[in-house]
């Protein structure tokens, strides 16, 4: 009984754990969201499928997703390099 006990907890803290993960991805997905240079990408990755039914096919459509967001990311880190670079100077 105290097995199923232990059992039960650990499956609730990690449920709990999970869903936090969940609710900061999903305000990330909204800020990115808020950025009018990625607005066209996201709905892009949004409509993106699967070349096949298959966990690789779903994992290229995440590469796909991420892909984007990441060069997006990296084009806005150089950016904000260059405006700083300017600003010691």
């Given at each position: 009984?105290?097995?199923?006990?232990?059992?039960?907890?650990?499956?609730?803290?990690?449920?709990?754990e999970l869903q936090g993960l969940l609710?900061?991805?999903?305000?990330?997905?909204g800020r990115l969201a808020d950025q009018?240079?990625?607005?066209?990408?996201?709905?892009?990755?949004?409509?993106?499928?699967?070349?096949?039914?298959?966990?690789?096919?779903?994992?290229?459509?995440?590469?796909?997703?991420?892909?984007?967001?990441?060069?997006?990311?990296?084009?806005?880190?150089?950016?904000?390099?260059?405006?700083?670079?300017?600003?010691?100077?």
């Amino acid at each position: 009984h105290q097995a199923s006990s232990e059992l039960s907890s650990d499956t609730k803290v990690a449920g709990d754990e999970l869903q936090g993960l969940l609710g900061e991805l999903l305000a990330l997905q909204g800020r990115l969201a808020d950025q009018e240079s990625l607005r066209a990408d996201l709905a892009q990755a949004q409509r993106a499928t699967p070349r096949s039914a298959d966990e690789a096919g779903a994992w290229g459509v995440v590469d796909g997703c991420l892909r984007r967001v990441l060069d997006w990311s990296i084009g806005e880190a150089d950016a904000w390099k260059d405006r700083t670079q300017l600003d010691a100077r």
